[in-house]
């Protein structure tokens, strides 16, 4: 372990008490069992997708929990999406959709939209969130959410149950209240929130930043 430089477990942070996971406290005691196969991946971001807006397609919205980054340059995202959704045959005609990131304010409407089918529904006016003109691309953004990820598709994969849609990001906004002095984004303070395994999570405060387990210590000023 010293040799590659990663911390020893006793030096890792130590979680809050409320976030500590319940684990056994030898290796011996660690019991698996087996599951078939299924999708356990979590937790995973729970978005509100929207799209439509435009022609003859209303503005629509659908909660998505398969969703991730896939590229960087150029930056691309994927979205699943079953066949059978109304927002399916909007995305597949247009080629175009908003991936608006919700913030606990929007938990419950974000369930609210997975529940209900825009073929009956108008969920933005239901929901009474606002929808605002994207920068790229025809459908609106969420203007409550604290992120907006304009998309392109490039590709539909015929999965199985699903379609990938995978697209590329064309634009993002991001509410301008969640900057800090220097302009960065304080995601903290957006109050973003994960699903797993059926359940929404609050995110909790950060651990650490990025590379921390590999930084030098800076050294203490001399005097
Ligand atoms: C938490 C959550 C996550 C969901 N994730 C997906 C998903 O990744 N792909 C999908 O096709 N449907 C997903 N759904 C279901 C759709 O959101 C739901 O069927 C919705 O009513 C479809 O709306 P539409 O018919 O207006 O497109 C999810 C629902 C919930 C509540």
New binding site residues.
């Given amino acids: 372990m010293k040799k590659t430089g990663m911390p020893s477990p006793a030096q890792d942070k130590k979680p809050e008490p409320a976030h500590q996971p319940e684990t056994p406290t030898s290796l011996d005691r660690i019991e698996k069992q087996s599951w078939k196969p299924g999708n356990v991946l979590s937790p995973v971001p ?1 978005v509100l997708v929207s799209c439509g807006g435009s022609g003859e397609f209303r503005a ?8 991730g980054s896939v590229c960087s340059d150029p930056p691309m995202l994927s ?4 066949p059978e ?4 045959g909007i995305i597949k005609s247009t080629g175009e959709f908003v991936v608006n990131l919700p913030s606990l304010a929007q938990v419950k409407i ?2 609210w ?7 009956k529904v108008d ?1 933005f006016a239901e929901s009474g969130l606002t929808a605002a003109p994207a920068t790229t691309v025809g459908c609106p953004i969420i203007l409550e959410c604290p992120v907006n990820i304009e998309c392109r598709v490039t590709q539909r994969l015929e999965l199985g149950s ?1 379609d990938l849609f995978l697209a590329e990001v064309v634009a993002v906004q991001v509410s301008s209240h969640l900057l800090d002095e220097l302009g960065k984004f304080r995601v903290e303070k957006a109050g973003l929130i994960a ?1 797993g395994l059926g359940h ?1 999570f609050p995110l909790g405060p950060a651990i650490d930043h990025f590379g921390f387990s590999i930084r030098k210590k800076s050294p203490k000023p001399r005097r």
């Fill in positions: 729970v629509n919205l659908i909660t998505i929990a398969w969703t979205i699943a999406v079953r959704r109304h927002s399916h974000t369930d939209c997975g529940m209900v089918s825009g073929s969920k699903h699903y929404y």
